[in-house]
């Protein structure tokens, strides 16, 4: 059974940072692109980052780019995401995502977390 889970999120003012980490078993997670996704308050979810299994490949939405930054350590089958100068619109919750596909970054993911809150204030 393949579990994601997600923590670090919180409440943070704006410029401030959040560290969120998400903790992946139940698959081998070096064979993993994992992303990172968020949904805000009455928003579609929208993708954020992803780093390919051996993090050689990283993606990021244009708005996070300079700000977030994504990470994996394979050992320890966790990826993180380093949210920096964070604006209120960053608030949301953020969902960590895995998928196997061949091609960066893959186009539809197969599991998904429960997601950490993120809120931001002005």
């Known amino acids: 059974q393949v579990q994601l889970v997600e923590s670090g999120g919180g409440l943070v003012q704006a410029g401030g940072s959040l560290r969120l980490s998400c903790v992946a078993s139940?698959?081998?997670?070096?064979?993993?692109?994992m992303g990172w996704f968020r949904q805000g308050p009455g928003k579609e979810r929208e993708f954020v980052a992803a780093?390919?299994?051996?993090?050689?490949?990283?993606d990021y939405v244009d708005r996070a780019k300079g700000r977030f930054t994504i990470s994996r350590d394979n050992a320890k089958n966790t990826v993180w995401l380093q949210m920096n100068s964070l604006e209120p619109e960053d608030t949301a919750v953020y969902y960590c995502?895995?998928?196997?596909?061949?091609?960066?970054?893959?186009?539809?993911?197969?599991?998904w977390g429960q997601g950490t809150q993120v809120t931001v204030s002005s």
């Open positions: 139940g698959l081998t997670f070096s064979d993993y692109t």
């Open positions: 780093i390919s299994w051996s993090a050689r490949s990283t």
């Open positions: 995502a895995a998928d196997n596909k061949q091609h960066f970054p893959p186009s539809s993911y197969e599991y």
